[in-house]
């Protein structure tokens, strides 16, 4: 993303009416994947103004305007649109983020010190996401130390639509013997995961103690089906696709195995991920809510009824 223009499209609006415009997002299934969309609040202190925001790697047309005005319901919210200098805005973005603390784990960048009483993983900015600043990626990392310390061995387990390799990575921390496979749809996060693994010491390869990178949609990828069953399987996406997949992950997951999901909103969002993976033969172990996000831990049923 470096050598190329970036234009991002924002429409302000109430928080219930952004929330209700990615409901609707996550319900079209000839979305334009080049158009990318996320929706957040504008501050802290003004935690119901939101703003649903777009990025193209062109200039938008009216076909692109049209795609994020027919999100929501009524009359749109005006859209402003940016051109955005040839860098890598998610660097930017990121550069010189906080600290945080997860739990157990302590994730900053390269600009601030390890926490030697915590589990301590440094991961510069990058054009992947995942670096734990969202809420969701900090809550996986939480439910992680939770299930660790519920008495839960994973000697196999999948991070998919991984990012920046974070918590497959926190996944290797708590179980040092496990295989651990990751996947992400986008080539780009390849050297992305190989850097953060040389920085946090990190083994890359097919072997227990390691992890092994794929480039993969979903779990579309014969390497992923060899390497499993799972009893572990991080997720960390989105609503949509989590549903999609429910069954895929039933494959996936070995009976009596974990899935952990994140990237959903509480509520609508929330439940129709439930509901999926009900059917597919999960049930709910724990929920942790962070912010509006849901982090949810399912066991896969023995013996599906």
Sequence with gaps: MSDSTTWKLSLHAPKRIVQA???????????????????????????????????YPRKPGTEQKAALAGLFEGKAP?????????????????????????????????????????????????????????????????????MKASGLIARNVADIG??????????????????????????????????NAALNGIPMGAQKGAAVMVVADGMDDP????????????????????????????????????????GLLAGDQEAAVKRAMLRAGFRMAARLQRGDWAILWLRRRRQVR
Excluded: K
């Design 162 to 195: 991984t990012g920046t390799g974070l918590l497959g990575f926190a996944a290797l921390a708590l179980w040092p013997r496990a295989a651990v496979t990751l996947t992400d749809i986008d080539p780009v996060c390849v050297p992305v995961v190989e850097e």
């Design 78 to 146: 005006p859209i402003t649109t940016e051109e955005l200098p040839p860098a890598d805005w998610v660097t930017l973005s990121q550069h010189n983020a906080p600290p945080i603390r997860a739990g157990r784990f302590h994730v900053h960048t390269p600009d601030y010190p390890a926490d030697p009483d915590a589990i301590d993983f440094v991961i510069p900015a990058s054009q992947a996401f995942g670096t734990g600043q969202h809420r969701t990626t900090a809550g996986c990392l939480e439910m992680l130390g939770q």
């Design 223 to 262: 390497l992923i089906a060899i390497r499993g069953p799972y009893d572990l399987l991080i997720a960390n996406i989105l609503a949509g696709p989590l549903v999609s997949l429910a069954p895929d992950f039933a494959r996936a997951v070995a009976p009596g195995g974990s899935l952990l999901l994140a």
């Design 21 to 55: 415009a990615l409901l609707a997002h996550d319900d079209i299934d000839d979305w334009d994947f080049e158009l990318v969309i996320a929706g957040r609040e504008v501050a802290e202190d003004r935690p119901d103004d939101w703003v649903l925001e777009g990025w």
